[in-house]
């Protein structure tokens, strides 16, 4: 079945620093990617999404690449801020085994410091 | 449009009751899905509704959960005989159908649940 595997948190960084949040995936064909922030409290936020290979996917200043070869959509931002902290989700959507659904990650907490 | 409106946010129950929760998903959004978020983790499917009907279930789904979407609109979830292991933060979210697979979905900002 489809899978998605994350790299563990909490991850601290100071703010301005390099983001990388490692993402890989098993799945049958070309599924979708996506990547959801939550913060505390709330519900999820589609933060960027990539649907083929090679697709990078962006937003407020992440960015995500979609590599099949490597099935690995890992999320970067240059620069973080104080106000980036929040548990971040690799997901996708399938094209078979059930693919009207999401699988996610365990989610991988942000904390940015000053 | 206000989003996936979700109903209520918080509910603490004796373990052994039922509760039921609500979610009104975007209008012209006609699948509709719940997951279950325990702490720590990520979200994990439990059903989804095309309309009215309901295609599919997860094995998460026991006997004593139960979902409808009798008109097509809003949707509730009720569990019966609720059990401590029933806490968690029940999502709701909803997509525009069409066959395409590269949506993303809105999602509510959930209800969560404690059985004490």
């Known amino acids: 079945g489809n899978s998605v595997t994350q790299m563990e948190g909490p991850v601290t960084l100071s703010e301005e620093a390099f983001l990388t949040i490692n993402c890989t995936y098993t799945?049958?064909?070309?599924?979708?990617l996506f990547w959801y922030v939550q913060y505390p409290g709330e519900g999820l936020q589609l933060l960027l999404k990539?649907?083929?290979?090679?697709d990078k996917g962006s937003n407020k200043g992440f960015e995500a690449t979609y590599r099949k070869e490597t099935t690995s959509f890992h999320l970067e931002k240059g620069s973080v801020q104080v106000s980036d902290s929040a548990v971040y989700f690799c997901?996708?959507?399938?094209?078979?085994?059930?693919?009207?659904?999401?699988?996610f990650g365990t989610g991988t907490q942000l904390k940015v410091e000053l | 449009d206000t989003g996936v409106s979700q109903d209520p946010r918080h509910k603490i129950t004796k373990r052994g009751q039922n509760v039921t929760f609500r979610c009104d998903p975007i209008?012209?959004?006609?699948?509709l899905y719940w997951y279950r978020q325990t702490l720590g983790q990520g979200p994990e499917f439990l059903t989804y509704?095309?309309?009215?009907?309901?295609?599919?279930k997860s094995r998460l789904l026991s006997d004593r959960f139960s979902a409808e979407r009798p008109k097509g609109s809003f949707s509730t979830l009720e569990i019966q005989r609720t059990e401590q292991g029933d806490s968690a933060m029940y999502l709701c979210?909803?997509?525009?159908?069409?066959?395409?697979?590269?949506?993303?979905?809105?999602f509510g900002s959930g209800t969560r649940l404690t059985v004490v």
């Open positions: 509704f095309q309309n009215e009907a309901q295609l599919e």
């Open positions: 990539a649907t083929k290979a090679d």
């Open positions: 799945a049958t064909g070309y599924p979708s």
């Open positions: 997901a996708l959507r399938g094209l078979t085994g059930g693919g009207n659904k999401l699988t």
């Open positions: 979210a909803s997509t525009p159908a069409g066959g395409q697979i590269n949506y993303g979905y809105t």
């Open positions: 209008s012209e959004h006609n699948r």
